[in-house]
């Protein structure tokens, strides 16, 4: 089934600094690759997608490639502030069973 | 406004009692999802139905219960069979995975605390 590997937390960067967290899966035929973003007591949002390699998915100045030679979909934003501190999944999904989540990756951004 | 409501948002119950979570989503989603979230631990499926009156277990069944009588309504019930059932539980939905539209959709969470 569907597996993914995310980079450890928490992460601690100060604001305006860059931003990357590791995201790796394995997955049958071609998943589709999700980000989302769960900031405290909430739910989880949807933060990006990509659906085929070589596609980038983006919002809110995050990026994500779907590397399908590397199995990635690393996470980035070139400059954090406060407000993006929240844990941060990433998810493969083959369309036919769940999405499978990774634990997760908590982002403290400090002032 | 379209989306998925949980209710309620804290819930208390004594060990022993069963519980019923409430998840209705007015997106006309085919497909809903339980999960349950723990410090550290990530997302763990529970349970999920693709269509009404058919569900499946996920990874963690054990001690749950779940109905899909209606499309939009999808009822989680924790029993007293569930050894650890504090944590905080998340409903979603989605399109079913023909339209290539895979995306999940989540509701705020209920915190569920036994005592």
């Known amino acids: 089934g569907d597996s993914v590997t995310q980079m450890e937390g928490p992460v601690t960067l100060s604001e305006e600094a860059f931003l990357t967290i590791n995201c790796t899966y394995t997955a049958t035929g071609y998943p589709s690759l999700f980000w989302y973003v769960q900031y405290p007591g909430e739910g989880l949002q949807l933060l990006l997608k990509?659906?085929?390699?070589?596609d980038k998915g983006s919002n809110k100045g995050f990026e994500a490639t779907y590397r399908k030679e590397t199995t990635s979909f690393h996470l980035e934003k070139g400059s954090v502030q406060v407000s993006d501190s929240a844990v941060y999944f990433c998810a493969p999904s083959s369309g036919n069973t769940p999405l499978v989540f990774g634990k997760g990756t908590r982002l403290s951004v400090i002032a | 406004d379209g989306g998925i409501t949980q209710s309620p948002k804290y819930l208390f119950r004594k060990e022993g009692q069963n519980v019923t979570l409430s998840c209705e989503q007015n997106l006309n989603h085919d497909a809903m999802y339980w999960y349950r979230q723990d410090p550290g631990q990530g997302l763990r499926l529970i349970y999920y139905?693709?269509?009404?009156?058919?569900?499946q277990k996920g990874d963690i069944a054990e001690g749950y219960s779940v109905s899909r009588e209606k499309k939009e309504s999808f009822p989680l019930t924790v029993t007293s069979a569930q050894k650890n059932p504090t944590a905080f539980y998340l409903c979603?939905?989605?399109?079913?995975?023909?339209?290539?539209?895979?995306?999940?959709?989540f509701g705020p969470g209920t915190r569920l605390t036994v005592t």
């Open positions: 990509a659906t085929k390699a070589d």
């Open positions: 139905s693709q269509i009404v009156n058919d569900f």
């Open positions: 979603a939905s989605s399109m079913p995975p023909w339209t290539g539209f895979y995306e999940q959709y």
